[in-house]
């Protein structure tokens, strides 16, 4: 357990100063994998799309699992396995760089330059945003993707191990694949959509804990009342309560009318404060970057505290 929460902190550590490799991402990989996997077996139907969900992460998590007992005895080797694990399945750095991005854009008024930038961080239409609309939805980025890029996958490898760890990246590539609404994958892909949506509730909930612990003085509280009062109104069961709890803390307002190809999605305000400007973008990047160091210490402390309860040896008699 304790090989495990230092492979943890130094895959975290590896994210902060390497962010994603450049080449040979094993992410990618299964992605393209999954992909060629889904153009052979699809079919319109939820039963197909469950086997699909099982097979890919099932594998995934198998393959962890079994890395974790070969190495359960060899705690240097397994404390490499969990930091490698840890790394490839983070994006915090990634996420981090990208939005800087598009707030430099936004900084020089290059309003096209920046629409087609964010196109990196969100799958909604970004040919007509302002200025304003783009920080939103980057800022909503970011609060989403701090939880699923970084705090989810750290909790479930606290609870899992290495098993948990690529199990969970699994079953989030899968819902960033299939489980969006497509005449396509409306029913093969609702088994990953819902998946993700229960292996993401306490990363979800951890996240927004935090980020109402991190809030600037004075905005602690509003941030708790946000995320109580406005997070059932999002789409998403788990992107509501970390994405509310950021409009709390920073004093914006997030939400409103999102537009993807030909469906309009309108979504209730999340926040009670002024609405988001370019400059709100470096204030999320640094919340959510002290949310992801509050969650691996807190998760590294919990794994390096937990003991396995020794096996009962046989009884003697006198």
């Known amino acids: 357990m304790r090989s495990r929460a230092a492979g943890l902190l130094l895959g975290f550590v590896a994210d902060r100063l390497l962010g994603d490799p450049s080449r040979w991402h094993p ?14 077996v699809h079919a319109d139907s939820r039963a197909q799309g469950a086997c699909y969900t099982t097979a890919l992460v099932g594998s995934s998590t198998l393959v962890g699992m079994a890395i974790d007992s070969s190495l359960g005895r060899r705690p240097v080797l397994h404390t490499v396995a969990v930091a490698a694990a840890t790394w490839a399945v983070l994006g915090g750095t990634s996420l981090g760089r990208e939005a800087s991005a598009v707030e430099r854009l936004l900084a020089d008024d290059d309003l096209p330059a920046a629409r087609d930038r964010l196109t990196h961080l969100v799958g909604r239409d970004t040919s007509r945003l302002d200025a304003s609309e783009i920080a939103r939805a980057t800022i909503e980025s970011v609060a989403e993707n701090t939880s699923d890029a970084v705090v989810a996958p750290l909790v479930l490898g606290g609870l899992g191990g290495i098993g948990g760890l690529l199990g969970y990246r699994a079953a989030n590539t899968l819902d960033a694949m299939v489980g969006h609404r497509s005449a396509r994958h409306e029913r093969f892909g609702w088994a990953s959509a819902r998946l993700d949506d229960v292996l993401n ?25 946000t995320w109580r009062t406005d997070a059932a109104g999002h789409p998403s069961p788990n992107a509501g309560p970390v994405e509310s709890a950021f409009a709390g803390a920073l004093g914006v307002r997030l ?3 999102n537009t993807y190809g030909s469906r309009v999605e309108r979504r209730p305000v999340m926040g009670s404060g002024r609405p988001a400007t370019p400059t709100d973008i470096a204030r999320a990047i640094r919340l959510a970057d002290r949310v ?25 008699h006198d």
């Open 27 to 40: 992410v990618a990989g299964f992605g393209r994998a999954a992909a060629a996997l889904e153009r052979a």
């Open 201 to 225: 509730v306490p990363g979800s909930r951890l996240s927004a804990l935090l980020a109402c612990g991190f809030a600037p003085e004075g905005r602690r509280l509003e941030a708790l009342r």
């Open 255 to 257: 939400g409103g009318t």
């Open 292 to 316: 992801g160091w509050g969650a691996i210490v807190l998760i590294a402390l919990a794994s390096g505290l937990s003991r396995r309860r020794p096996t009962a040896g046989p009884r003697t």
